[in-house]
């Protein structure tokens, strides 16, 4: 890779006494099959601030460029754990709570599976529900990378080494993934609305290999991600501010009916349709 695309776009903004920064760039063209989203982040609260996480169809890596956030057990409130330096949170089918003591500083990297199986090297399943401290995690020639991105003066200078890093794993890689790298895209192309004996047809293989394919790549059957790429879609267009009935919305996402839809919305949030729409709509002016 030689040369940007572009620079980081800087947003600031607040909320009450919290202030933040993010900065935001869109991958290198040659690494967008295995990079979504590149984000570096700076908050400052006059106290602690809890956050919901909901599930994606992402592993996301957090580099922690500051104190190290708490990250609470899947869908529980009580038990949690840090990670200095930071830590890789593979596919899972609920939400994680996350909370910081008024200070977070760090990079958000958004995965897709595939460049995620690529980069570390280990089956997803390994990941699949939890989170794991970048230490165990980073491949050996890129163990220091957490130490190496805080030591850079820009936001620009540590994507551009990410980038660098995940190119050579690209380039260095010997792990066949292409056959559910195209069942991937079909799943996002069509917004989760794919059946899955026709995609195990298309494929050429049984369904219980597509699924086995599935957890070594992804981390999850094809069943659920094509759940959780239906949820995320419905995730993006309510952040936007998007109106509509949950009816319309069901409609509108590919849902059986309403019904369908709040039982989604419910076990991937943990909490009612109504209020998991009012957090979103919270949380959308701090959206890249």
Same mark, same amino acid.
């Given at each position: 890779m030689h040369g940007l695309?572009?620079? $980081? /776009?800087?947003?600031?903004?607040?909320?009450g006494e919290s202030r933040w920064e993010l900065a935001t760039r869109p991958p290198a063209p040659r690494l967008r099959p295995y990079i979504r989203d590149l984000i570096g982040y700076t908050e400052q609260a006059p106290g602690p601030l809890r956050r919901r996480e909901l599930p994606v169809p992402n592993v996301v890596v957090i580099i922690e460029l500051g104190p190290p956030i708490r990250v609470f057990d899947a869908g529980?409130?009580?038990?949690? $754990? /840090?990670?200095?330096g930071g830590f890789v949170a593979g596919l899972d089918d609920t939400f994680t709570?996350?909370?910081?003591?008024?200070?977070?500083?760090?990079?958000?990297?958004n995965l897709t599976p595939i460049g995620a199986r690529i980069f570390f090297g280990v089956p997803m399943a390994e990941l699949t529900g939890r989170a794991v401290p970048v230490r165990d995690i980073f491949p050996r020639g890129h163990a220091r990378l957490a130490e190496r991105l805080e030591e850079l003066p820009t936001w620009d200078a540590r994507f551009d080494l990410i980038e660098r890093a995940l190119g050579e794993r690209v380039d260095e890689a010997r792990i066949d993934t292409g056959v559910v790298s195209w069942a991937f895209r079909r799943i996002e192309e069509r917004g989760g609305a794919v059946d899955m004996r026709a995609l195990a047809r298309e494929l050429?293989?049984?369904q219980k290999h597509v699924i086995d394919l599935f957890r070594e790549h992804v981390g999850v059957p094809p069943k659920l991600l094509a759940r959780l790429v239906r949820f995320d879609r419905l995730v993006k267009h309510l952040k936007a501010?998007?109106?509509?009935?949950?009816?319309?919305?069901a409609q509108r996402f590919g849902y059986y009916d309403q019904a369908?839809?709040?039982r989604d919305v419910k076990q991937f949030t943990g909490t009612t349709p109504t209020r998991a729409r009012a957090e979103l709509i919270d949380l959308a002016g701090m959206s890249p």
């Open positions: 695309a572009s620079s $980081a /776009r800087i947003t600031r903004g607040s909320s529980s409130d009580r038990r949690h $754990a /840090r990670y200095p709570i996350t909370e910081h003591d008024g200070f977070q500083r760090g990079i958000q990297v050429g293989y049984s501010g998007a109106t509509g009935t949950w009816a319309e919305l369908h839809l709040a």
